[in-house]
Each structure stands twice: as C-alpha cells, then as structure tokens.
C-alpha cells in the first residue's frame, strides 16, 4: 500500500508548485506597461505633453499639431493630429507569432467565428509586451503614420517631397527619413530584436542600420526621452543609454 503524505510534504508540494507558477508568469513580464492602450496614456501624459513629431520635426502639444511652423503640406483626409507609431511594425514582429499567422483556440467570437492576426496574437503575452514597448513607439502626424503602413526602411535615391518640407519620402514600399532621427530608428529596431529574441531586421537592413547608428549618434534629447520612458517601463534601451 502506497503511504499517505503528511500535511508537511503537501505544504511542501504547494509551495513547489506556487514557486514554479511565480517564475512562469514573472519570465512573462517584460515590463511595466501592461497594454498597447496604457503605453498610450503613458506617453501622452508623462513622455510627451509637448514635443516634436518624429518624421517631421513638427512642434505639437497633446494632440495638436503646428503643422504651418514646419511646413508640413497634408495630402490626403487626415487629421493633423498626433497617432502613437510603431517603428518597428507590430506586423513584422506579429509573424513570429502562430496566434497572427494561424490563430488559436482561444480566438473565438462570441457567435463562434474563429479569428487570426493581431487582435489574437494580443492574447500572447510576449506580443502584448511588444506592442506596448515604450521604446519602440514615437509620436509621428496621422497621414505620415497610415502612409507609412508596415513598410520598411531604405535609403531612396532623390528627395521627392510629397508633404512640403517635411522630409519624409517613400517608394516602393520603402520609406526613407530625415538624417536626423536615422541613428534613433537603427537603435529602436535593434533593442526590439535583442530584447524579445524576435528577428525582425533583414540581413541587408541590418547593414543599412548599422550605418545609420554611426551615421546619427545618440544626441541629449534621445537620451532624455529614454530616461522618461525607462522611468515608467522599468527598462532603458541600453544603445541609447543608462538611466
């Protein structure tokens, strides 16, 4: 006959157990920012009350944008408002993720519909913590940011400019830039790679963004947005600085 275990060896199991549990669910947190809609409030409220828009350099204040003082020129029906810009694209980093690819049992509408992409891939911790990255969004103009859609980086020959002075050109499904924030974009796309172990930079981009570091280097005002963000999402990215 099998020995019945003491309430002693019980306690013990419990608390193997309940340790193990703690472990799995703190290796799931990446950070503080536990949604896409909280890094949202948090950047307006505490990153960036005022600022500059990051493709255009325009000066805006909550949502408002001084688009006349930086002669940003609209081009379709858009606000000239501020969205919250993914630099590295959720869908780049969402095909890494079955859930964005193939769905899961747990994406299921309430009349049964089964369903795939972002909205299910929210439901794995890892992408949720992505997608909330602090680091990896910036305040960029409405158009600019649906424009802009999922499409990569590249150097493109010429300097069309389709929104006035705002020097920000895209070609084939490649977007190019000002020089002034290429050294921000190459440090955002590779803190995104190491920190989540997601691979989301092509073997040529990777060339083109180590380029761009050395190119733009780390100047007092991406520092200073750094320590602001790091402060409320309890990590720094480390290319930019410590805080």
Known sequence: ?????????????TMIIFLASSSA???????NIGSFAKAKKVLKKHVYPTGKTF???CDFKGHDVDTKKCGYIKQGNYKGTIDWEHVAPAHSFGQYFKEWREGDPKCVKKNGKKYKGRKCAAKNPKFKAMEADLHNLVPSLQELNRKRSNYSFAEIPGEKREWGKCDFEISDKKIEPRDE???DIARIMFYMEDK???KIISNKNKKLFEAWNKMDPVDSEEKRINCLKAKKQGNANKLVGEC
């Open 25 to 31: 669910m703190a290796s799931e947190k990446f950070h």
């Open 181 to 183: 924030i290429k050294g």
């Open 1 to 13: 006959m099998f020995k019945r275990k003491s309430p002693r060896n019980l306690r013990c199991i």
């Open 55 to 57: 493709y255009c350099g």
């Open 196 to 198: 989540y172990g997601v």
